[in-house]
């Protein structure tokens, strides 16, 4: 088994400007997978529905995309954040990191 980081950027799709989400679901994963292929690293990605609460207290439900990465860098995770934020135009992504054991399982007939 191995110690490895799993870091996990999630980014809501609604603009930040119109609180709407402007494109479909599909054309923002193009776009993460084509950021994730730039900076040559292996990733996961998931679409979940959620909701929070903006600093005024208006309630909204968006769909986000969930981006993990195993044994990346800092330093490249931030850039893929920072680029993610951008080109979605959020206010802001939430990056999450945490140990995990990581181990490969390889069965052949």
Known sequence: M???????I???LN???????KFETEK???ILKS???SYHVA??????????FHEDGTYVEE????????DVDAVTVNEIAKDLC????QESVMVTTAPAKVHFVQERL
């Not at 191995?2 to 996990?8: K, L, N, R």
């Open 2 to 8: 191995e110690d490895m980081m799993q870091t996990t």
């Open 10 to 12: 999630y980014i809501g």
């Open 15 to 21: 603009d930040s400007v119109t609180h709407e989400q």
């Open 28 to 30: 923002y994963l193009s």
């Open 35 to 37: 950021v994730c292929q």
């Open 43 to 52: 990733f996961s990605v998931n679409v979940i529905s959620g909701g929070y």
């Open 63 to 70: 769909t986000t995309l969930v981006l993990m990465m195993l």
């Open 86 to 89: 951008v080109f979605f135009n």
